[in-house]
């Protein structure tokens, strides 16, 4: 089965700033899909961004983008321009394309300070 | 409805009861998830539906845990003779196709006294 390894517990950012989610992965397949999924103190799991494993583009998404690194097995996720709103746990996801479910990380928790 | 719509919102129940959990997707999304969440936890997958197929129930923790769907319709969750360890949160999840990204529910707090 695929692991999926997220190093930093807690993450810390100052509102404007910039903060970088660290995920790594382990994997035998060479298509795949890639994942991150935020989870506020609602308990609601929103998606974020997703990324294609055959795409070399790094995907985009307003203030959040992804570094895919495939060859080192690394899906980070950076976060531009920090807001109060974005203080939550972020989850990276790994989605095989055999039809299995989605293979989660443990989380890292992400606090926004003023 | 326009998401995916979990049902209790919060359950406590006895230890020894059964408890059903349901799970309606969002209409024409084929495949259904069921995961655990313990407390301060990440997600742990239970069980997939996918159409018609035989449900994937890999990862469902002991067999007083079984789950249902009919079609690509409503999904219930049923645990029975509960224990104090089945306390989390059940998060449902829909997908239109594979590898889409899934549509989560705003899940079940269930706490087991």
């Known amino acids: 089965a695929q692991t999926v390894t997220q190093s930093q517990p807690e993450m810390s950012v100052q509102e404007a700033e910039t903060v970088t989610l660290s995920c790594t992965y382990d994997t035998s397949e060479s298509d795949y899909y890639l994942f991150w999924y935020k989870q506020p103190p609602s308990r609601q799991m929103i998606l974020v961004i997703r990324?294609?494993?055959?795409?070399?583009q790094n995907a985009t998404e307003n203030r959040f983008s992804v570094n895919f690194q495939k060859a080192a097995k690394s899906f980070s996720l950076k976060i531009s321009d920090s807001q109060l709103g974005d203080a939550a746990m972020y989850f990276c996801?790994?989605?095989?394309?055999?039809?299995?479910?989605?293979?989660f990380g443990k989380g890292t928790s992400l606090l926004v300070t003023p | 409805g326009a998401g995916v719509s979990q049902s209790p919102s919060n359950k406590v129940t006895e230890k020894g009861k059964d408890v059903e959990l349901r799970c309606d997707p969002i209409s024409g999304h084929t495949a259904l998830y069921w995961y655990r969440q313990r407390l301060g936890q990440g997600l742990e997958f239970l069980i997939y539906?996918?159409?018609?197929?035989?449900?994937?129930k890999s990862g469902l923790p002991s067999d007083r845990f079984s789950a249902e769907r009919t079609g690509e319709s409503v999904s219930t969750l049923t645990i029975q003779r509960t224990q104090q360890e089945d306390s989390a949160v059940y998060l449902c999840a829909s997908e239109l196709g594979a590898n889409y990204g899934y549509t989560f529910g705003s899940g079940t707090r269930l706490t087991v006294v």
């Open positions: 990324q294609e494993a055959y795409k070399q």
């Open positions: 996801a790994y989605d095989s394309n055999s039809g299995y479910a989605l293979n």
């Open positions: 539906f996918q159409g018609n197929s035989a449900p994937d």
